[in-house]
């Protein structure tokens, strides 16, 4: 079956930077675009960045763009997300998510577990 394991997260100062991996299993990982998507405290999801399943198309939500980098390793089954100058802002749970088809839909089938990430001094 399918499965998505978010990994990385943790506790960072201000500023610092941390990378977030998701290993996926159970479907040809290669032939979907994947997510990140967060939930800080108190509210509600919020999308922070698409890739699609080649790895050549990005997007980014305009509260990264310039910090956070989006990648995947389709010889790994592994998408990451690289986040520096992290912000108090950016305090939330990390989910990647499995798109439904090999460029950005907004439609997620399947979704981590997700993991923590607080940015604070």
């Known amino acids: 079956q399918v499965q998505l394991v978010e990994s990385g997260g943790g506790l960072v100062q201000p500023g610092g930077s941390l990378r977030l991996s998701c290993a996926a299993s159970?479907?040809?990982?290669?032939?979907?675009?994947m997510s990140w998507v967060r939930q800080a405290p108190g509210k509600g999801l919020e999308w922070v960045s698409d890739?699609?399943?080649?790895?050549?198309?990005?997007y980014y939500a305009d509260s990264v763009k310039g910090r956070f980098t989006i990648s995947r390793d389709n010889a790994k089954n592994t998408l990451y997300l690289q986040m520096n100058r992290l912000k108090p802002e950016d305090t939330a749970v990390y989910y990647c998510a499995k798109s439904t088809a090999w460029g950005f839909t907004a439609v997620y089938d399947y979704w981590g577990q997700g993991t923590q990430v607080t940015v604070s001094s």
């Open positions: 159970g479907f040809t990982f290669s032939s979907y675009g």
């Open positions: 890739i699609n399943g080649g790895g050549g198309g990005k």
